[in-house]
């Protein structure tokens, strides 16, 4: 099955850079998982089984684009769009020129919670109203961060909703159901699929975001928490009867020819065997210098990986922690957009 993530539309969420970890988790599950580029969007050029839009940053779709995507899921595809706080006013796109037509509105708004909320932080509130759907299998809760809010028709059903504390409260912040022969699953946090500081990592983000996927590739998804039934104990065989005395060999020795005594060898001379005790010393002295040098350069050698895989990861996180960083500011910027606007 074949999973396209969009980047003709200045997407927030990449999947060779803050998706990384998403795009490794699909292709485990069997997926195969590409950018999609291929400008303008055509009804001819999307052969896959989901199509993602992870959250369009400042560009709108044309009205040919908006029809080959709604064809691509009467036929029977997958859409799975992505927003963020603020929705299509403070991103300045139209992604729901899409969704509408199937019933759906990523709404202007930022979900915050004071009381339940992840690094107590408001707008990381963590979602514990859960409804049953294949894509809650094994998920009882989720992390959004920095999103919005999402408004589903009587046949596109909200799946995770905010709690009577947050504000908007008790509103769906997933929406998910079926339009034709396709389906359409929306949610207005991109960051709730990303790498870096709170996304995948938090509560059952992960599980969520794999079964979101797998429902809309029509995939079924099999035991998502589900703890695996105990495996019986098969008892061992009894022993088996002894039918008859298996008898005793005697313990009384038999009889040896006696052991002739060995032939007379000649004597090494003391000179001869001093040499022979110092050549065998230095050979053993020359071998275990040698072994030891071997050691040294493995350890050493092992010791540099250790530092590379070390660098590598502190410049991977600095970077991780930059983005984050930067998506923070986003988010602060697209809730001011929400409240000017």
């Not at 292709?27 to 969007?41: A, H, K, L, S, T």
């Not at 999307?46 to 009467?74: H, M, R």
């Not at 707008?123 to 109203?129: N, V, W």
């Amino acid at each position: 099955m074949k999973i396209f993530f969009d980047e003709t539309q200045k997407e927030r969420g990449k999947i060779n850079t803050n998706y990384s970890i998403l795009r490794d988790a699909l292709r485990n599950e069997g997926f195969q998982v590409e950018v999609y580029n291929d400008f303008p969007i055509s009804e001819k050029s999307l052969k896959c089984d989901v199509f993602v839009f992870a959250c369009p940053d400042g560009s709108k779709l044309a009205k040919n684009e908006i029809d080959a995507i709604i064809n691509f899921v009467e036929r029977g595809g997958g859409l799975l769009a992505i927003g963020n706080a603020g929705g299509d006013r403070g991103l300045r796109t139209n992604l729901n020129e899409v969704l509408n037509k199937f019933g759906i509105d990523l709404l202007s708004d930022q979900v915050k919670d004071e009381s339940n909320n992840e690094f107590n932080m408001p707008t990381h509130p963590i979602i514990r109203d859960i409804k049953n759907h294949p894509v809650t299998q094994g998920v009882s809760e989720i992390v959004i961060v920095a999103g919005s809010s999402v408004r589903g028709s009587s046949n596109m059903k909200g799946v995770a909703y905010t709690s009577p504390t947050a504000d908007p409260p008790n509103v769906p912040v997933v929406v998910a159901g079926e339009y034709k022969n396709g389906k359409i699953a929306a949610i207005g946090s991109y960051r709730l699929f990303s790498n870096y500081g709170a996304g995948l990592s938090l509560r059952n983000n992960k599980t969520f975001a794999l079964n979101i996927v797998k429902w809309l590739a029509g995939k079924d998804i099999i035991g998502s928490g589900v703890a695996p039934a105990a495996i019986k104990q098969t008892p061992p065989p009894p022993p088996a009867k002894v039918d008859s005395v298996i008898p005793q060999k005697s313990t009384i020795p038999e009889k040896t020819s006696p052991i002739p005594p060995p032939p007379p060898t000649s004597t090494p001379s003391v000179a001869s065997t001093t040499r022979t005790a110092i050549d065998r010393q230095q050979t053993m002295t020359s071998t275990g210098s040698d072994n030891s040098i071997i050691q040294e350069i493995e350890g050493l050698r092992a010791e540099i990986s250790e530092m590379r895989e070390i660098i590598a990861r502190l410049y991977s996180d600095s970077l991780g922690y930059l983005q984050e960083m930067k998506e923070e500011v986003r988010s602060m910027l697209d809730y001011i957009r929400t409240k000017e606007g």
